[in-house]
Structures are given as structure tokens and as C-alpha cells.
């Protein structure tokens, strides 16, 4: 559980993503939780790693207040929405859409160009980012990510905003969003609080070395690193899925006979 969230913290500080794109297949291959309860407890988890990530964001100036409270306002509607799908959707479908979304993140970023900064945030623009938070709350609650993968990409493509700025934005915003999926998750159990404190609290040290690393690179080679991570996480949910196949095959087989 620590390596996983130590891991996580680190890859979670230098993208922003909160780390739930590691914590969730660490704790399905690794730590063997069911799929849904490693989503919410990934979701929990990922609260300690977006803190520590914040705070070397803030000291460095690289968070965007402004969008960050339009994205805010509907990530945590969408966190009601996604962790009531949980309870809902089968556990293959739920990996489907993990894959999808990391797939289309990843080709995102490898046609994303250099950004010079943002432009003011209009009505229009404000609505679309309240709307980006909405889908990204959903797929967080439902997925156990925080996030990040949806809004960084869809700043710095979406918004032209500096990647940097983007990723501390999005830590910014994965706060409140992790806080109402683990309360909805409580409810339901769908949350190992004793696994995701391990977790979070040791990808929190690492988180503040990711966040400094992401200061000095690149906008391009931080894209480039985000997709090919993007890539490899999606490979490993691949793997699951097809093992669970095998597995539900394998127990209709037994039926039958």
C-alpha cells in the first residue's frame, strides 16, 4: 500500500492528477481489492497527495483561482453523480470506461502544441469549464481518479493555459472533489479508509518532489511524459480486463456443467 501510494504521490505531483491513475490498478493487482472498492478508496486517498501537491504549486505561483472555482462548481456535483453510478455500473464496464478515458487523454496530449497563457474567462468559457468540471466529477466519483486527467489537458488545449499552471489548478480543484466522493463512498462502503491513509499519506512526501520537478521541465516534454504514462496505465487495465474475462468465462464454464 505505501509503495503504491508512493508511487502515486510522485506521478501525482508532477502531472496533477492526483495519483489515482496509479492507486486504483496498484490496489486491483497489487493490494487485490475488488474493482469498485479500490475506486472509492483511491478516491479517499488521493486527498493527502493533492494537498502536498497544492502546496508546492502555491508556493510557486502556478495555481489559476479564477478557473479553479468554475471547474470546482461542478466537479462536486459530479462526484454525487459518479459515485451513485458506481453502485450501479458492473465492474467490466466501469474498467471500459477507465480505458477509453485514458486512451483519449494520452492522444490528446501527443497533438497538444506549446501554450503561451490563457485568455480572459468569459461567460462562455466559464460555463464550458463548469461544464468540464461536471464530466470530470463524474468520471472521478465513478472512477476513483481525481481528475486530472480531464481537466489538465482540457486547460492547456481547451483554455491554451501553461501546462504548469494547469496541473496546479487541477490539484487545486481534486481537494474538494476527493472530499464529496469519500463522503458518498462511506455510504455505501465502497471505501477502505485504513488502505487509502497508507497510501495518501505516504504519496504525499513524494507529491512535493513532483510537484518541484514539474516547475522546471518543458511544456512539450511534460505533455509527452504525461501521455506515455497515460499509455502504460491503460496497458496495465487492458491486462485486467482480460484476466476478468477469463475469470467470468471460467465460472460460466462451471455453471454449465
Given at each position: ?66 478557473v479553479a472555482g468554475f471547474l470546482a462548481s ?33 492522444v490528446r496530449l501527443f497533438t497538444t502544441a ?34 486530472g486527467v480531464v481537466m489538465v489537458p482540457a ?103
Open positions: 500500500m505505501a509503495l503504491v501510494g508512493i508511487a502515486a504521490g510522485l506521478l501525482g505531483g508532477l502531472f496533477g492528477v492526483g495519483g489515482g491513475l496509479i492507486i486504483v490498478p496498484g490496489l486491483v493487482l497489487l493490494v487485490k481489492l475488488e474493482r469498485r472498492l479500490a475506486n472509492g478508496t483511491s478516491l479517499a486517498a488521493t486527498l493527502p497527495i493533492a494537498l502536498a501537491s497544492l502546496s508546492t504549486y502555491l508556493y510557486n505561483g502556478n495555481v489559476d483561482w479564477a461542478g466537479t462536486v456535483v459530479g462526484a454525487i453523480i459518479g459515485t451513485k453510478l458506481l453502485t450501479i455500473l458492473p465492474k467490466r464496464t466501469i474498467t471500459i470506461i477507465f480505458i477509453v478515458t485514458v486512451l483519449a487523454t494520452a506549446d501554450s503561451a497563457g490563457r485568455d480572459s474567462v468569459t461567460i462562455y468559457s466559464g460555463l464550458l469549464l463548469v461544464f468540464i468540471g461536471l464530466a470530470t466529477g463524474t468520471l472521478s466519483g465513478l472512477l476513483g481518479i481525481g481528475g486547460m492547456v488545449v481547451g483554455l491554451d493555459m501553461v501546462p504548469v499552471i494547469a496541473k496546479g489548478t487541477s490539484v487545486a480543484v481534486i481537494v474538494p472533489t476527493s472530499i464529496m466522493g469519500t463522503i458518498r463512498n462511506r455510504k455505501t462502503a465502497y471505501v477502505d479508509l485504513k488502505v487509502a491513509t497508507v497510501a495518501g499519506l505516504s504519496g504525499a512526501v513524494t507529491a512535493i518532489m513532483g510537484g518541484m520537478i514539474a516547475d522546471s521541465i518543458s511544456t512539450s516534454l511534460s505533455n509527452i511524459m504525461f501521455a506515455f504514462l497515460l499509455l502504460f496505465v491503460a496497458g496495465t487495465q487492458l491486462v485486467t480486463l482480460r484476466s476478468d474475462r477469463r475469470t467470468d468465462l471460467a465460472a460460466a464454464a462451471v455453471i454449465v456443467d
